[in-house]
């Protein structure tokens, strides 16, 4: 059972990415999927989250309109972070992480949780944006 991220790379400053997320030994059926982020010196941050069955999304401030979260639903073994706009800032090694939720907040729904809420983790992908 593992995540694995891909995608990461060196780009300039307005460019775009794609990350991906790909799980192997489970499927993401019925997990909220995120993105974390860290960069050198700082703490991880979360930066995007999707959720099961629905799929509404949610974004931090500092990449909403920006970034884009999806998932591949046909065979539930993909999740995406599309990077559009990129700043020198979004220099990060970029994570994903698989939550299967809680009864109080919804089975499968993106929720404030602690690392060791998330039940798998991806090894990390490294974005580079240069000015």
């Known amino acids: 059972v593992q995540l694995q991220a891909s995608g990461g790379g060196l780009v300039h400053n307005g460019g775009s990415l794609r990350l991906s997320c790909a799980a192997s030994g489970f499927t993401l059926e019925y997990y909220a999927m995120s993105w974390f982020r860290q960069a050198p010196g700082k703490e991880r941050e979360r930066v995007a989250c999707i959720n099961s069955g629905d799929s509404n999304t949610y974004y931090s401030d500092p990449v909403k309109g920006r970034f884009t979260i999806s998932r591949d639903d046909a065979e539930n073994t993909t999740v995406y972070l599309r990077l559009n706009s990129l700043k020198v800032e979004d220099t990060a090694v970029y994570y994903c992480?698989?939550?299967?939720?809680?009864?109080?907040?919804?089975?499968?729904?993106?929720?404030?949780?602690?690392?060791?809420?998330?039940?798998?983790w991806g090894q990390g992908t490294l974005v580079t944006v240069s000015s």
């Open positions: 992480a698989a939550d299967l939720g809680s009864a109080p907040t919804g089975w499968g729904m993106c929720r404030i949780a602690t690392d060791g809420d998330f039940a798998v």
